[in-house]
């Protein structure tokens, strides 16, 4: 799941509805695992498939128009109730690199951000004109630059800007982990200890 992040282009996933949580993002009965693989087949289980396991027709990741598809546009209040971070193994597994909303969770939002997920936050009336544009022309795209910190919806130029923590987007750019993070930086933490013996 380690992917540098720089500039996307992307078609999106039209998800419009308020308050997903991540029970629904990855139902309770696949949590079992702690391994991170295999969790993208399980995203949005219970609204993916029936019972028997055939895919539902009507939603969304089943329409081959969104297959392709790396940009999930979800409803405010993305990612709310338990902490679980599959919810964001399950995101990123399925592919998705970016996840656009009005509002994320914090615990989520995080959670996406440590696997490689970029949580952007737009304004109700960006995100609005998105689900619009996208229920117009499903083959409409937008551009998310990382470092510039923008999203564009390229089908009438709008763009709006994003907050992201520096290091988050430090370590999204170059592909880092937090323990890669460290690891680059050993040395200046040797380095550190050595002109501080005494520090404790």
Known sequence: MKQKFNIITSTCVPLPLENIDTDQIIPARFL???DKEGFGEALFRDWRYDASGRPKEDFVLNDPAFRDA??????????????????????????FRVVVSSFFADIHKNNELNNFVLPVVVSEEFLQELF??????????????L??????????GHSEHF??????????????????????????????????????
């Open 32 to 34: 079992k695992a702690t």
């Open 163 to 200: 907050e992201i923590n520096g290091y988050k987007k430090l370590c999204l750019m170059n592909g880092l982990d937090d323990i890669d993070y460290l690891t680059q930086n050993q040395d200046k933490t040797v380095e550190w200890e050595r002109a501080n013996p005494n520090f404790c």
């Open 147 to 156: 470092p510039a910190q923008t999203i564009t919806n390229l089908s009438n």
């Open 70 to 95: 790396v940009v999930l546009v979800a409803g405010k209040n993305f990612g709310c109730g338990s902490s679980r971070e599959h919810a964001a193994w399950a995101i990123a597994g399925y592919g």
């Open 132 to 145: 619009d544009c996208i229920a117009d022309d499903p083959r409409m795209q937008v551009e998310v630059n």
